[in-house]
């Protein structure tokens, strides 16, 4: 499952990030890493950005950045 597909109002753990080079490195940066826990806050109507809580901080994710996210 990803990030995507998560509901709002929702907290899961990342257990992997699927993107390569710079795209895997603009998540890290953003403090997505393996076994952190990320808060769905909110989704936009058509389904892009995904906003969430990580880390205490509320950052806003692409659709496809979010597709890269598996969670359990």
């Known amino acids: 499952m990803t990030l995507k597909e998560i509901p709002v109002g929702k907290t899961v753990k990342v257990t992997k990030l699927t993107g ?3 795209v895997k490195r603009r998540i ?3 403090g997505i890493t393996k076994g952190v826990d990320v808060f769905v806050r909110k989704v936009a109507p ?3 950005p995904v906003e969430v809580t990580v880390r205490g901080y509320e ?3 692409r659709k496809a950045d979010a597709e890269m996210i598996v969670v359990e």
């Open 20 to 22: 390569e080079g710079p």
């Open 28 to 30: 890290m940066d953003m």
């Open 46 to 48: 058509l389904g892009d």
């Open 59 to 61: 950052l806003s994710l």
